[in-house]
């Protein structure tokens, strides 16, 4: 990455007119200023701009003709749809996109990750669970088998933290599971399994200290007895902890409602008697994703993410990527990492499998983008998967989940998931991450009740003007005035603070909570 200004090493001046350029075959660099720059700015190499350009949006510099490759990050986002002169605007009505990268003859396991040293010493305070996973959040959840009993959950909710709740100082919040699953739809198609075991295995996340209860309807096509299978996740006594509203011992609404409450309190006293105690850092399990990109999150936030996910696994942490159109460009990027080929097979098979979905609804991974992405700079799906993948930084890739599937490994690992802020979140909380870092450079509130969200901003101005909703700011890295490493170190020490509960994002502070969304590729009928 480099700056088109001061000699290396001089400090950036904040009202001087720059750029970044990703790699030094880049033909495109995007602009850093605030609020862009006009036409006819000078550049210190010489660079003039014949248009106005936003910021983040890019800029050509060299002259290129009609059907040239535009090349960003090193690899090629696009083609030129006209001739695009030295310091034109290249802007997405412009550009071209690439057909998908096909996926047969790719490197495998062809890029092994530079040894380093094992990172000892980190630790945080946790909360051990009998499966030997460890929350950093002592939580009880209220899973739901049917969107039907929701109304009722969320009334039983409101009563417990009231009512109950200030009686168990131990216990951090309760929450409700809910979702708009469970009937109405063909149970037993191809592909309702993934919403099923998403369910299942959110129950059993390790902020939920293996403590659940659940609240059924009774007719529902979702039966308890299929949520949770005997033997099928190790949580403890589910029998005990079941409310089934259709039963004939209730008698009226309250009487639903304190028996909710009664089975909540049992829960409660249990979850109560646990305290924080040191683990590693090789116990935290770590999602990380992106929403709201911009041109910047492939330089700053995303890379800051990255370098705080290699601490990780050299710490022995588990790290988790997903969001498969934001990674399918560069597919053959994350082969060559895979550690061997099986683990490469997999991401193959998780490409091919979201292919044919998006074929059968009759779109391609072009549909990914937003307004937003693109008023950020982001002129399609190839240019913001370059910059979405190094959220995963270098390291080699262990393991491949499918959608909802619990994580048993540790390091970095794949686990593939629509590209949508909530289903990729809820799919992770399945998969049992006990931390999520969360990347925005347009601005996003989103947040999760069940783990702690800490939010990395890409950008000063939205740093600025977020303030109380932004925790870490990257935008820093753009201007000079910190680099890639300094940022991801701090995200990794706030990371343990979080976890450890001595400090709370901006998301927790004011209980931003967006709801659950599954996803479930099945028919609805």
Known sequence: MSHALAAP??????DE?????????????????DGGLPAGTPF?????LLDRVPQGHKIALKDLAEGDAIVRYDVTIGYALRDIPRGSWVEESVVRMPPARALDNLPIATRAAAPVEPLEGYTFMGFRNADGTVGTRNILAISTTVQCVTGVVEFAVNRIRAELLPKYPNVDDVIGIEHSYGCGVAID???????IRTL??????????????????????????RLFPAGGIPIQDIGSSLVVLQDEQHVGFMSMIESIMRTAERRLQQLDKRRREECP????????QCGGSDAFSGVTANPAVGHASDLLVRAGATVMFSEVTEVRDGIDQLTARAINADVAAAMVREMEWYDAYLRKGGVDRSANTS???KKGGLSNIVEKAMGSIVKSGSSAISGVLSPGEKVRQKGLIY?????????CGTLQVASGINMHVFTTGRGTPYGLASVPVIKVATRNDLARRWHDLMDVNAGRIATGEATIEDVGFELFQLILDVASGRKKTWAEHWKLHNPLALFNPAPIT
């Open 200 to 225: 299942r295995n959110i129950a059993s996340n390790p902020n939920f200290g293996g403590q659940p209860m659940a609240v059924s309807l009774g007719c529902e096509k979702l039966q308890p007895a």
């Open 371 to 373: 307004p937003g992405n």
């Open 189 to 195: 198609a191809p592909g309702a399994e993934i919403p």
């Open 281 to 288: 850092a090789a116990d935290l399990v770590v999602g990380v």
């Open 415 to 423: 686990a593939a998931t629509p590209a949508s802020d909530f289903v």
């Open 44 to 48: 210190p190499d010489g660079l003039v």
């Open 9 to 14: 090493g001089a400090p950036l001046r904040i």
């Open 17 to 33: 007119p720059r750029y970044i350029r990703m790699h030094a075959n880049d033909n495109v660099a995007i602009v850093v200023n």
